[in-house]
């Protein structure tokens, strides 16, 4: 079964760092670029990040760019989201999710990991 | 950057009924148009990619049409567990930005 299971969330208070982590299982995980999306409370899906299957291309959404760094361990088929410079909006459920198609085609999702940015 | 603009922001139906969700862009994103289904504490579900495909395991009463700045997602017949909220996305341009979403609700 494919799976993505996030893990690191919790709280922070503005101005924090944290890291967030996705790990997966049943498929082959170097042959898909992985993404980051996230879910602020009451409002809809907002893509994060991107990084392609060998991590030769990353890139950002404007909203995290110079915050966020989005990686990956080929190895122990895990992709990562450093975020730092928290701010109280990026408090969002984040979601981790398979690309099949460049940019696209998120399948499957993982259940979410809960950042919350409060002082 | 590829604004989309989903409609109507919520649709009261009852299970049996037709749904018809619309999504239109603000320029031409070819057929790299995706549709998600997200309901309340679990994983966004891919329900069409490609504009008009569906994917692995979707059950044939969800379908997609429309291509360029246009597109639809036809529920032929609304069952309990598609109460939900639905979302299109664009993979044409960076950034891969997602429709605003709309509300299926009974």
């Known amino acids: 079964e494919v799976q993505l299971v996030e893990s690191g969330g919790g709280l922070v208070k503005p101005g924090g760092s944290l890291r967030i982590s996705c790990v997966a299982s049943?498929?082959?995980?170097?042959?898909?670029?992985m993404n980051w999306v996230r879910q602020a409370p009451g409002k809809g899906l907002e893509w994060v990040a991107s990084?392609?299957?060998?991590?030769?291309?990353?890139f950002y959404a404007d909203s995290v760019k110079g915050r966020f760094t989005i990686s990956r361990d080929n190895g122990k088929n895990s992709v990562f989201l450093q975020m730092d410079s928290l701010r109280v909006e990026d408090s969002a459920v984040y979601y981790c999710?398979?690309?099949?198609?460049?940019?696209?085609?998120?399948?499957?999702w993982g259940q979410g990991t809960v950042v919350t940015v409060s002082s | 950057e590829i604004v989309l603009t989903q409609s109507p922001a919520t649709l009261s139906l009852s299970p049996g009924e037709r749904a018809t969700l619309s999504c239109r862009a603000s320029?031409?994103?070819?057929?790299?148009l995706a549709w998600y289904q997200h309901k309340p504490g679990q994983a966004p579900r891919l329900l069409i990619h490609?504009?008009?495909n569906r994917a692995t395991g979707i059950p044939a009463r969800f379908s997609g049409s429309g291509s360029g700045t246009d597109f639809t997602l036809t529920i032929s017949s609304l069952e309990p567990e598609d109460f939900a909220v639905y979302y299109c996305?664009?993979?044409?341009?960076?950034?891969?930005?997602f429709g605003g979403g709309t509300k299926v609700e009974i």
């Open positions: 999710a398979r690309g099949l198609v460049v940019a696209g085609n998120f399948d499957p």
């Open positions: 049943g498929f082959t995980f170097n042959n898909f670029n």
């Open positions: 990084i392609s299957s060998s991590g030769s291309w990353i």
């Open positions: 320029q031409s994103v070819s057929n790299s």
């Open positions: 490609d504009a008009t």
């Open positions: 996305q664009q993979r044409s341009n960076w950034p891969p930005d």
